[in-house]
């Protein structure tokens, strides 16, 4: 069966719409809990209807998705075990994918049913991290220290910690500075369910509610996009492994051409057969171990890189098994680069600029998001907040401050929420729409000398604490069984002839 330009089996198509149905069924429960926290203050002041209000966060979210720039989602992916990314399509990569989008829906559904604010970043990263650690521990060979890309996980981790004492502290001082600019009493008065508010605040209440929606889009969103395309990459390799409107192959020739003769500098008397090379830089990628055969694997891979696409004006002139090769060569030695800079093996500077520049070059051809994906989970997000907004909305305005929220703590929280998440997006980081604004409302709720309901705000502290470690418990534990247990005996079943 002809599928997007590859002949498919009715089977593989399954598996497609299976794993594509699931990430954006946990996007849409990203929209349960992080979009309805975009749309909670202008529900509940009365600024907009909940169907308007839910559309219109779901065009902002779309336009932020369309405009991101894809960091955030690849930063998602630099957390993932290097040797799955790039033999992405194995048995263990789909067992990969499946564990983590499985674990992060469990936990995500859990606590919206429960009507506790929880982010969806914490419970992705969670998931991905207890995958990583069980991989690293079941492989032989591997390092865990070496294996996992810790750099990225502790930027993630700090990121995740900050960005709530920021909503918190951010939020409490703007409503202060409010109260001491603007005198209108009506700002500071609990939200009157049977009326509108005033224009004014009404106004200012939209266009918070516009830019976390935004914001969120430009940078939750990204999550599910990296995740959609390693999908698409494992099960359509022919169209998805590389990006297929690249204008930039004669110049990837000609610079892998320049970094041969670079490397050809540490291996002069180096020779290493294709499978070797591959074996040597997976090695020191999951071991950290470097040697002289480093720089030879890589010089081996950039030739064939150069080799592969000598001649060749687009990737369309490869066909889908090169492309799928290609796509691992660059996985391998932009990887390889990438760990070299973080040991500090790169001394030389010219030569420092001559690999950093490769990578990059690398990367644009293998780390790009087509729009489709965007929309897919733009509309995910969208049909997410549709129906599960108002738990959410219901504990954001009622349930953690001590008094129903105001017109000017609504504000405060969003335009903090809406710059914090913007911050993060600039710097490629994920951040929890989620925690910003439920700490965000805290804080208005503590400066305006309400109280807390220490209850809620225990249930949602002990969500937040748990989010990473039950998430990370529930990943590792079904790739564990996945890969010890389901994926030998399916393999069993294949070699006799059942499957």
Same mark, same amino acid.
């Given at each position: 069966?002809?599928?997007?330009?590859?002949?498919?089996?009715?089977?593989?198509?399954?598996?497609?719409?299976?794993?594509?149905?699931?990430?954006?069924?946990?996007?849409?429960?990203?929209?349960?809990?992080?979009?309805?926290?975009?749309?909670?203050?202008?529900?509940?002041?009365?600024?907009?209807?909940?169907?308007?209000?839910?559309?219109?966060?779901?065009?902002?979210?779309?336009?932020?998705?369309?405009?991101?720039?894809?960091?955030?989602?690849?930063?998602?992916?630099?957390?993932?075990?290097?040797? =799955?990314?790039?033999? *992405?399509?194995?048995?263990?990569?789909?067992?990969? $994918?499946?564990?983590? !989008? %499985? &674990?992060? @829906? #469990?936990?995500?559904?859990?606590?919206?049913?429960?009507?506790?604010?929880?982010?969806?970043?914490?419970?992705?990263?969670?998931?991905?991290?207890?995958?990583?650690?069980?991989?690293?521990?079941?492989?032989?060979?591997?390092? =865990?220290?070496?294996? *996992?890309?810790?750099?990225?996980?502790?930027?993630? $981790?700090?990121?995740? !910690? %900050? &960005?709530? @004492? #920021?909503?918190?502290?951010?939020?409490?001082?703007?409503?202060?500075?409010?109260?001491?600019?603007?005198?209108?009493?009506?700002?500071?008065?609990?939200?009157?369910?049977?009326?509108?508010?005033?224009?004014?605040?009404?106004? =200012?209440?939209?266009?918070?509610?516009?830019?976390?929606?935004?914001?969120?889009?430009?940078?939750?969103?990204?999550?599910?996009?990296?995740?959609?395309?390693?999908?698409?990459?494992?099960?359509?390799?022919?169209?998805?492994?590389?990006?297929?409107?690249?204008?930039?192959?004669?110049?990837?020739?000609?610079?892998?051409?320049?970094?041969?003769?670079?490397?050809?500098?540490?291996?002069?008397?180096?020779?290493?057969?294709?499978?070797?090379?591959?074996?040597?830089?997976?090695?020191?990628?999951?071991?950290?171990?470097?040697?002289?055969?480093?720089?030879?694997?890589?010089?081996?891979?950039?030739?064939?890189?150069?080799?592969?696409?000598?001649?060749?004006?687009?990737?369309?002139?490869?066909?889908?098994?090169?492309?799928?090769?290609?796509?691992?060569?660059?996985?391998?030695?932009?990887?390889?680069?990438?760990?070299?800079?973080?040991?500090?093996?790169?001394?030389?500077?010219?030569?420092?600029?001559?690999?950093?520049?490769?990578?990059?070059?690398?990367?644009?051809?293998?780390?790009?998001?087509?729009?489709?994906?965007?929309?897919?989970?733009?509309?995910?997000?969208?049909?997410?907040?549709?129906?599960?907004?108002?738990?959410?909305?219901?504990?954001?305005?009622?349930?953690?401050?001590?008094?129903?929220?105001?017109?000017?703590?609504?504000?405060?929280?969003?335009?903090?929420?809406?710059?914090?998440?913007?911050?993060?997006?600039?710097?490629?980081?994920?951040?929890?729409?989620?925690?910003?604004?439920?700490?965000?409302?805290?804080?208005?709720?503590?400066?305006?000398?309400?109280?807390?309901?220490?209850?809620?705000?225990?249930?949602?502290?002990?969500?937040?604490?748990?989010?990473?470690?039950?998430?990370?418990?529930?990943?590792?534990?079904?790739?564990?069984?996945?890969?010890?247990?389901?994926?030998?005996?399916?393999?069993?079943?294949?070699?006799?002839?059942?499957?």
């Amino acid at each position: 069966m002809q599928f997007f330009g590859e002949t498919l089996t009715v089977g593989t198509i399954v598996l497609l719409v299976f794993a594509v149905g699931l990430t954006l069924f946990f996007e849409a429960i990203n929209g349960f809990h992080d979009t309805a926290n975009a749309v909670a203050t202008v529900i509940y002041t009365n600024s907009l209807e909940p169907t308007i209000a839910v559309v219109w966060s779901g065009i902002c979210n779309l336009v932020g998705a369309l405009m991101s720039s894809g960091a955030v989602a690849f930063t998602i992916w630099s957390l993932l075990p290097v040797d =799955l990314v790039i033999n *992405i399509g194995s048995g263990l990569s789909y067992a990969m $994918l499946f564990c983590i !989008l %499985i &674990s992060a @829906i #469990i936990w995500n559904f859990g606590t919206w049913y429960l009507g506790i604010p929880n982010s969806s970043t914490h419970t992705l990263v969670g998931s991905i991290v207890g995958v990583s650690i069980v991989h690293s521990v079941l492989s032989s060979g591997y390092n =865990l220290g070496e294996s *996992i890309d810790w750099k990225p996980v502790r930027e993630v $981790l700090v990121s995740l !910690l %900050i &960005s709530p @004492i #920021i909503g918190f502290c951010c939020a409490a001082l703007l409503l202060l500075l409010a109260k001491a600019l603007l005198k209108n009493p009506d700002l500071y008065q609990p939200a009157d369910e049977k009326k509108t508010p005033p224009l004014w605040i009404r106004a =200012l209440l939209i266009l918070t509610c516009t830019g976390v929606s935004f914001s969120h889009g430009s940078n939750d969103g990204q999550k599910g996009m990296g995740l959609l395309m390693m999908i698409f990459i494992a099960i359509l390799p022919g169209i998805f492994a590389l990006n297929m409107y690249s204008t930039n192959v004669p110049q990837l020739v000609t610079t892998s051409r320049s970094v041969t003769a670079v490397l050809e500098q540490h291996t002069p008397r180096i020779s290493l057969n294709d499978r070797s090379a591959t074996n040597t830089l997976t090695s020191f990628l999951n071991t950290g171990k470097f040697s002289d055969q480093t720089y030879g694997a890589m010089l081996v891979k950039t030739q064939k890189i150069a080799d592969s696409l000598s001649g060749k004006t687009s990737f369309k002139d490869l066909s889908i098994k090169e492309r799928r090769s290609l796509r691992s060569d660059m996985d391998l030695v932009s990887s390889t680069i990438s760990k070299l800079n973080q040991k500090q093996k790169l001394t030389d500077r010219p030569e420092k600029q001559a690999l950093t520049s490769y990578q990059t070059m690398l990367e644009q051809q293998t780390k790009y998001l087509p729009r489709f994906v965007k929309i897919a989970v733009a509309f995910a997000l969208g049909v997410g907040t549709m129906i599960g907004w108002k738990r959410i909305v219901i504990t954001v305005g009622e349930k953690i401050g001590k008094k129903p929220l105001s017109y000017g703590q609504g504000a405060s929280a969003e335009l903090v929420t809406m710059a914090t998440i913007g911050a993060a997006s600039s710097f490629g980081l994920p951040a929890s729409t989620t925690h910003v604004l439920s700490s965000g409302v805290a804080g208005t709720m503590v400066a305006d000398g309400a109280g807390l309901q220490w209850e809620i705000i225990r249930n949602i502290a002990l969500a937040w604490v748990l989010t990473l470690p039950a998430s990370g418990l529930v990943s590792a534990a079904l790739f564990a069984a996945s890969s010890q247990i389901l994926l030998p005996f399916l393999a069993g079943l294949t070699q006799n002839g059942y499957l």
